[in-house]
């Protein structure tokens, strides 16, 4: 089985910078994945991690620790668009991907 | 990349009738993954389909239920059975690449039961 834990709900300013923090326990672990999905819509893919450390695509990161089970998503700069919820997922044996509950961004003026 | 269609993309259905999801890919794929997400809630994987085997069920899912269709390397259909107003969800269709380093989905059909 898979616990992939995140937080269920950030609120943000405009122009900062958060950081959105995803747990997991797993087995057969091949890659970390987040997730942004705007209400009413399907979940759009931000960024991949399988080894450690940090990936930096634009205004998001992503970084991963696989002997701590930890990764977050880092968003810079936002913006108001940045509001939705971000979805943390774990892929095992290539083959599935389990989703965390997901956390919902709200980005304030 | 893929692009995956759906449909239907919403609909309204009294309970104990059954209603059959079409998900088309614009490329051969191996793999398919049918996702439910509830109100408010994220994404349950429901089973894996794989062209010419059976779809492989995830905890808490049947075939009896939900069963799926895999004819070919670019469609895929889930049916829910006997439905009642707990099945009311979003569906998704999904794929990876063959590199496996990303997963996409379609736009997912909304289902309300009464």
């Known amino acids: 089985g898979q616990n992939i834990d995140q937080p269920t709900e950030m609120t943000a300013t405009e122009g900062a910078i958060v950081q959105i923090n995803c747990t997991y326990q797993?087995?057969?672990?091949?890659?970390l994945f987040w997730y942004q999905q705007h209400a009413g819509e399907a979940p759009t893919f931000l960024s991949y991690?399988?080894?450690?450390g940090l990936e930096e695509k634009g205004r998001f990161s992503s970084f991963l620790s696989r002997s701590k089970g930890y990764s977050y998503l880092l968003l810079k700069e936002l913006q108001m668009k940045d509001s939705a919820s971000y979805l943390c997922a774990v892929s095992e044996n290539f083959n599935k991907f389990y989703f965390g509950s997901g956390t919902k961004l709200n980005v304030k003026p | 990349s893929a692009v995956i269609s759906q449909k239907p993309s919403r609909d309204i259905c009294q309970r104990g009738t059954s209603l059959t999801i079409q998900c088309q890919v614009d490329s051969q794929v191996t793999m398919m993954f049918w996702y439910r997400q509830q109100p408010g809630q994220s994404l349950t994987l429901i089973a894996t389909?794989?062209?010419?085997?059976?779809?492989?069920?995830e905890s808490g899912f049947v075939i009896d239920k939900f069963p799926i269709s895999r004819p070919n390397l670019t469609f895929s259909t889930l049916t829910v059975s006997n439905m009642s107003p707990e099945d009311s969800s979003i569906y998704l269709c999904s794929t990876r690449t063959s590199s496996y380093n990303e997963q996409f989905f379609g736009p997912g059909t909304r289902l309300t039961v009464l």
């Open positions: 991690n399988v080894l450690d």
């Open positions: 797993t087995s057969g672990f091949n890659g």
């Open positions: 389909a794989n062209q010419g085997s059976e779809a492989t069920y």
